[in-house]
């Protein structure tokens, strides 16, 4: 799972760090990191219409 360079870029100034990008300006996710997303989803719940969806680079498919 990657992030993408958007995102990364949000985070790195947000924190003040420069984590490994990929070709593309993307972050890898850690196995740490996926797990902590999961725990966080589930907390959460499930998500409402009203959420945020989030998509790749190129957009979803209409």
Known sequence: MIVPRTMTAIFNGETGEDGAVDIHGG????????????????????????????????????
Do not use: K
């Open 27 to 62: 972050t890898l996710l850690t196995a740490d990191d996926q797990l902590f997303i999961r725990e966080q989803a589930h907390l959460r719940g499930n998500a409402t219409a009203e959420d945020p969806r989030f998509f790749d680079s190129v957009g979803p498919e209409d």
